[in-house]
Structure formats: structure tokens, C-alpha cells
Nanobody, 124 residues
Framework: QVQLEESGGGLVQAGGSLRLSCAVS????????MGWFRQAPGKEREFVAA????????YYADSVKGRFTISRDNAKNTVYLQMNSLEPEDTAVYYC?????????????????WGQGTQVTVSS
């Protein structure tokens, strides 16, 4: 079993920055591909970013490319999402997910484990 816990969300003005963290416990963290997704009210959960086991490969949604950076520290069992130049459209609950494969999947159903989410609100 794998447990995930997100933190770092909050209220920020447009143009500001936040850094989300996802602490992972349970099975070997370094063997999982990790992803960040977000879900706004009334919308489906959408892919934001993913990172490979070693951190050597990353993939981003077009909507966040150049503004968000995903990273991981396997020694700390933690994955991060640095979010810069935030826009009101980034407002959502952000979730981290873990999946045991090697493909950087953009599909939520490919991820086996999820955290409870952290709210990010960007005011205009």
C-alpha cells in the first residue's frame, strides 16, 4: 500500500507562485512514476505533469508548460510541483498520483494511488 499526502496549496494573486509537495509513504517511492493532476468544480480531473522514476523524464500539459516544474527527491520520498506565473484558470484542487509503470501517463485511470488533494486558488 502507498499513501500520498499533498501540501502547499493556498490563495495567491495572479502572477504569483506556489510550491506543492506530495509526501509518499509505503512501498518503494523510487519505483513509481509520479503525476500531478487538478480538478476544478464541475470539471473532470485533468493531467498537469508527470515525472519518471529517476526524475530524468518529465512531461507537461500544454497549459502549464513553461510555468510549472515537476521534480522529485527520492531520498525524501517527495515529489514537488513548482507553479509560477499563476493564472485564475489554474484554480483547482491539485492531486498527486503514483503509478508503477514506466510510461508518463496523462490518464488518471493509470494511476493506482492518490492523495486527498490540496486547494489552489488564484485571484485576479
Amino acid at each position: 500500500q502507498v499513501q500520498l499526502e499533498e501540501s502547499g496549496g493556498g490563495l495567491v494573486q495572479a502572477g504569483g507562485s506556489l510550491r506543492l509537495s506530495c509526501a509518499v509513504s509505503g512501498r518503494t517511492f523510487s519505483s513509481y512514476t509520479m503525476g500531478w493532476f487538478r480538478q476544478a468544480p464541475g470539471k473532470e480531473r485533468e493531467f498537469v505533469a508527470a515525472i519518471s522514476w529517476t526524475g530524468g523524464r518529465t512531461y507537461y500539459a500544454d497549459s502549464v508548460k513553461g510555468r510549472f516544474t515537476i521534480s522529485r527527491d527520492n531520498a525524501k520520498n517527495t515529489v514537488y510541483l513548482q507553479m509560477n506565473s499563476l493564472e485564475p484558470e489554474d484554480t483547482a484542487v491539485y492531486y498527486c498520483g503514483a503509478e508503477p509503470g514506466m510510461v508518463l501517463s496523462t490518464r488518471a485511470r493509470e494511476y493506482d494511488y492518490w492523495g486527498q488533494g490540496t486547494q489552489v486558488t488564484v485571484s485576479s
